[in-house]
Nanobody, 130 residues
Framework: QVQLVESGGGSVQAGGSLRLSCVASGFTYSNYCMGWFRQAPGKEYEGVATRDSASNTHYADSVKGRFTVSKDNAKNTLYLQMNSLQPEDTAMYYC????????????????????????WGQGTQVTVSS
C-alpha cells in the first residue's frame, strides 16, 4: 500500500526557512510525478512544485526563486526547501504523487491540477507570521 507521510511544518517569522519532507512508502515506480500542493483556509488547493522521475522540476510563479523541490532516491523522500517565507505562504502543505506507465510521457508532471495526483499525504501545517 502506497503511503505519503509529510513532516517538517511549523511556525516561523517572515523571511525564515523551513524544509518539508515526504517519505513515500510502497511507492517504487520508475516513471512518476511527485510534488507539493498547499491549501490556505477558505481557499482552493494550489500547486506549489513538482518533480518527475527524470528530475525535471516545475514551480508555481508565486514560489519561484524561493522554494526548491528535491528527492533523495535512496531514502525515497521528497523535500521542499522553503526560503524567504512570507505570511501568504501560510497553509497546509500536502505531498502528492502519481505513478505512470513505463511508456507514458512525464509532461503531465507540469500540471498543478489537483486531480492529476491520486495519492496524497495527510498534510503538514506551515504558519508564517509577519
Amino acid at each position: 500500500q502506497v503511503q505519503l507521510v509529510e513532516s517538517g511544518g511549523g511556525s516561523v517569522q517572515a523571511g525564515g526557512s523551513l524544509r518539508l519532507s515526504c517519505v513515500a512508502s510502497g511507492f517504487t515506480y520508475s516513471n512518476y510525478c511527485m510534488g507539493w500542493f498547499r491549501q490556505a483556509p477558505g481557499k482552493e488547493y494550489e500547486g506549489v512544485a513538482t518533480r518527475d522521475s527524470a528530475s525535471n522540476t516545475h514551480y508555481a510563479d508565486s514560489v519561484k526563486g524561493r522554494f526548491t523541490v528535491s528527492k533523495d532516491n535512496a531514502k525515497n523522500t521528497l523535500y521542499l526547501q522553503m526560503n524567504s517565507l512570507q505570511p501568504e505562504d501560510t497553509a497546509m502543505y500536502y505531498c502528492v504523487a502519481v505513478a505512470l506507465a513505463w511508456w507514458a510521457s512525464r509532461s503531465q508532471c507540469s500540471s498543478f491540477t489537483p486531480h492529476t495526483y491520486p495519492i496524497w499525504g495527510q498534510g503538514t501545517q506551515v504558519t508564517v507570521s509577519s
